[in-house]
């Protein structure tokens, strides 16, 4: 016994060793390289961390403006790891309450009547910051992704665009409003598709009022639900347009998906904390990104009308097929700025709502040639 | 000898056999006088481990790395003599006790966590010296972050603070798994592996809980 016992104490101690060992050795991996660094912003009661990452030398910063809200920038990482970060430098900013942003504050001061206002100032102070950091001829672009656009768009309208030498603004959209016309519109065009080619849904909508069981009731929902105005439509138009969506998907994409970084990267060898982006995710949505209530910043809202005076090159790049912000949106989203056509970059791609994902090498090369052509 | 017959001794060999059964009842009872001697030695309790230390490898979210050290203080403990070990006396003992704790890691390019804290639980020692124990525990959490942390002045201007921690509050809980070495310090050390979270209070308008896993040492101290 007391052998069994010796040897299962030596064995106890190999472990021990080899945990202390891989502990120490594998939170260097992903941040292995000179050219990175980890910056906190604290602002209002957050520390927003960014995790900028790539080419500093370059003189040239993408500012990456993740989704949600509540989504985080780290999710990034493998589109960009392997292309644009050999480029420019990339910015991974976590929103406030988003990601594995930290900090204290009341949800009094987060809640769906402020929290917008108050992430575009954040935003206007994490650009200055990377100018301090970086220095002040440092070209900084911002390139935002679904909600991501809905924050940069807030940030050009409340405070100065100049400060951002180009947008980029991916499947997100600048008005609720605008949002739900183009939704019904996808909906009407590819559920008639569907009807001329004999195609079903692949399940049946039933929520509230509706019972939509084929394409045809799809038609007829919308055609009875135009404009969307009530809650419980926008609950109804987007689980339709989901529904939909997956038909359109199967017949018009072919992801190339970005290789990801190993599993586990990202939890062990990263400032990423994946437990608080859960957190951060499921409170965020809470507190402000309730889809179909009026807790909701989503929905409801328009800022098409106070952007003529946004005069900086913008790109919009867009994944074709999207059912979450369709395309109609990237047509009104160009004609609400003020932007000369001739710095404004339009290009879609056989992609849903994550081209940077979905298509990595072509959309890359637009952000290059964008980027190259404003620097 | 044929199978069946009867044996027969031969008259010789009688009485050196006697002299061998006596002796081997002279010594069998000398024995017996010994294991009855040490079998109410071993009936008697073992004293309880009044105070001990432990030192091991903290490891928030099992890889990022730290240290902690922790001092323990035996309230009360009660040792059941266990039926099964008839021929000697082995003992179970379950022991209440509060502690505190120092421990801190890093979480690099996150944060570095330092708890300096109080817990409190009960440690179950079996037979075969191996532990169980619960805790739970109440700590100061002062998280620092681990980066560059840049905060706005009152004139719009950006600088670097030297101020990058956040003073937090952090409940825990813990399970543990070890065993004291018999054969080493006169089973002074153990062993352990525990399992824990603790939370952070507050984390932006809500609580994050840190899972961590404690893997070290513990020496009797008294």
Same mark, same amino acid.
């Given at each position: ?29 992903a ?5 990175q ?14 995790w900028?990452r790539g080419n500093?030398?370059s003189?040239v910063i993408i500012l990456v403006v993740h989704g949600?809200?509540?989504g985080n920038s780290a999710a990034y990482v493998p589109d960009y790891k392997d292309n644009l970060e050999h480029d420019y430098a990339i910015a991974y ?48 672009f911002a390139w935002g992704h679904s909600?991501g656009v ?16 180009g947008?980029i603004a991916s499947n997100g @959209?600048?008005?609720?409003? $605008?949002?739900?016309?183009?939704? +019904?519109?996808? &909906?009407?065009?590819?559920? *008639?598709?569907? !009807? ?17 069981? @084929?394409?045809?009731?799809? $038609?007829?929902?919308?055609?009875? +639900?135009?404009? &969307?105005?009530?809650?419980? *439509?926008?609950? !109804? ?12 998907y199967?017949?018009y994409t072919d992801p190339d998906y970005t290789e990801n970084l190993p599993p586990?990267a990202l939890?062990?060898?990263s ?44 790109a919009l790049l867009w994944g074709k097929y999207d059912?979450i912000i369709?395309e109609?949106?990237a ?14 970059m339009f290009e879609f791609y056989d992609a849903g709502h994550s081209p940077e994902y979905e298509q990595p090498d072509a959309f890359a090369e637009d952000v290059r040639a964008f980027i190259e052509?404003?620097? | ?222």
């Open positions: 016994m007391r052998r069994l016992n010796r040897r299962l104490f030596h064995r106890a101690l190999l472990g021990f060793a080899a945990l202390l060992a891989m502990a120490s050795s594998s939170c260097g991996e941040l292995e390289g000179p050219d660094e980890v910056l906190f912003l604290r602002h209002k009661g957050a520390d927003m961390n960014v900028v500093i030398d003189k949600g809200a509540g900013w976590d929103q406030r309450h988003g990601g594995s942003a930290q900090g204290s504050f009341s949800k009094k001061d987060f809640n769906h009547t402020n929290a917008w206002a108050l992430m575009a100032e954040d935003m206007m102070l994490v650009i200055k910051m990377l100018r301090t950091r970086y220095g002040q001829d440092t070209k900084v909600w809905q924050l940069g768009t807030k940030f050009l309208v409340d405070h100065d665009p100049e400060l951002l030498d947008w @959209t600048h008005s609720g409003d $605008i949002e739900h016309a183009a939704r +019904n519109a996808y &909906i009407l065009t590819y559920a *008639q598709q569907m !009807v001329d080619e004999g195609a079903e849904l692949s399940e049946a909508v039933t929520r509230g009022d509706a019972n939509i069981q @084929t394409p045809q009731d799809a $038609i007829d929902w919308v055609n009875a +639900n135009d404009p &969307i105005t009530e809650w419980d *439509q926008t609950d !109804v138009q987007w689980t339709l347009g989901g529904v939909i969506g997956d038909w359109v199967s017949r586990g939890l062990f060898s400032p990423v904390s994946p437990i608080a982006q859960g957190i951060n995710s499921a409170r965020t949505g809470t507190l402000i990104n309730n889809s179909y209530r009026e807790t909701s910043i989503q929905e409801f809202w328009d800022l098409s009308t106070e952007m003529k005076h946004i005069t900086i090159p913008i059912h369709p109609g949106v047509y009104s989203y160009r004609d609400s700025i003020g932007t000369p056509p001739e710095d404004i052509q404003h620097r | 000898m044929q199978v069946g017959s009867p044996c027969k001794s031969h008259p010789g060999l009688i009485w050196p056999s006697v002299c061998v059964l006596l002796c081997l009842c002279f010594s069998s009872d000398a024995m017996a006088q010994k294991i009855a001697r040490d079998d109410v030695l071993l009936a008697i309790p073992p004293a309880p481990d009044q105070l001990v230390l432990d030192v091991s490898y903290f490891g928030e979210v099992i890889a990022h790395p730290g240290m902690s050290a922790a001092i323990d203080y035996t309230l009360s403990s009660k040792a059941i003599r266990l039926a099964k070990f008839t021929d000697r006396a082995r003992f179970k003992q379950t022991s209440w006790f509060v502690g505190g704790e120092l421990g801190g890691y890093r979480h690099r390019g996150n944060h570095v966590g330092l708890l300096l804290g109080a817990r409190a639980g009960v440690r179950r020692q079996t037979a075969r010296s191996f532990l169980f124990e619960a805790m739970l525990g109440a700590s100061y959490f002062h998280k620092r972050l681990d980066g560059v942390v840049y905060v706005v002045d009152d004139d719009g201007t950006f600088s670097e603070t030297r101020i990058k921690g956040r003073p937090k509050f952090a409940p825990s809980i813990a399970f543990g798994i070890g065993q004291r070495l018999p054969w080493f310090l006169d089973g002074a050390l153990g062993w352990h592996v525990r399992p824990g979270v603790f939370f952070e209070i507050p984390f932006n308008t809500t609580a994050l809980p840190h899972p961590y896993v404690q893997v070290g040492l513990n020496y009797r101290l008294r």
